[in-house]
């Protein structure tokens, strides 16, 4: 599952997509009848599954995600000063969430900010009002980056509060401590109230995935591939997609150090 668009902050914005089943067709059928077909890896019928190491789902829209993966903590990528974030991707009028690992540590974290620092950019953020409330949070998650101290709040040892007022700047925070690989699923409830008209994810490559500002948001997090995809392929190291369980998988050919066996860096 890919989410398209062009790899560049402010840049075209894919809408996501769904699931499908895919597949080839052999001797045994079609894939997902639950017979194995010439050129199929795998076919368990109704149990064939997606299982990315993180998936997104909203209003229907399910897609895989990856994280932006550095060598460089979580507060060092968010950058924060003038009272804004700086992760390059910040545009004004435009709230934006992703994962981000640190390769050196493998601490994952949760990144929301919204707008963009006039004194960086020149564009100018209007007055602008945004609350989100995080449910489901493993019990591990701490407040990793607030721009104030009393903006990002955890509320409880698994919800968390955001509530930014900002102008001319950007706003946000960091929620770290998820576990991962782990099992788990947070949901996001957004209210924007005021001068923030898109909200879009942010994928490894810098493409965006467009997200409806009015519907919740489920991150869900897998320690363990399914035994077979929704396109009767197997899940494997190297074949270059994030699986429940792997930390890294660049392919047979990985451009940024990761390791064979897809559970380190160099």
């Given at each position: 599952?890919?989410?398209g ?19 080839t ?9 639950g ?19 993180f998936?997104v ?22 950058d ?26 493998h ?7 919204h707008?963009v620092d ?5 564009e ?8 989100m ?21 955890m ?9 930014w ?30 001068g ?15 997200l ?11 320690s ?13 190291c ?10 890294c ?15 380190s860096?160099?």
């Open positions: 599952m890919g989410t668009g062009r790899s560049a902050a402010g840049g075209a914005v894919s809408t996501g997509g769904t699931a499908t089943s895919g597949g067709t052999g001797t045994g059928g079609s894939c997902g009848d017979i194995l077909g010439a050129g199929e890896q795998c076919d368990l019928g109704v149990d064939n599954e997606a299982a990315p190491a998936g789902t909203q209003s229907g829209q399910s897609f895989a995600v990856v994280p932006i993966m550095r060598s460089a903590s979580t507060p060092n990528f968010y924060y000063s003038s009272a804004s974030a700086h992760t390059g991707f910040e545009e004004a009028y435009a709230s934006r969430i992703l994962l981000y690992l640190d390769k050196s540590t601490a994952l974290s949760l990144v929301v900010f707008g006039i004194d960086t950019t020149g100018k953020q209007p007055t602008s009002h945004v609350q409330l995080f449910s489901g949070l493993p019990s591990t998650t701490t407040v990793g980056v607030s721009d104030d101290s009393d903006e990002l709040l509320t409880s040892s698994t919800t968390a509060t955001g509530f007022k900002f102008t001319s700047n950007s706003d946000g925070g960091v929620l770290s401590g998820l576990p991962f690989p782990g099992d788990w699923e947070i949901t996001i409830e957004p209210t924007f109230l005021d923030i008209s898109t909200w879009t994810w942010v994928q490894s490559d810098g493409s965006l995935v467009n409806d500002l009015t519907q919740p948001l489920t991150i869900t997090a897998r363990f591939p399914s035994p077979c995809r929704l396109d009767c392929t197997a899940p494997r190297g074949d270059g997609i994030l699986d429940g369980g792997e930390i998988d660049e392919g047979s050919q990985p451009v940024n150090g990761c390791k064979s066996g897809c559970m860096f160099e």
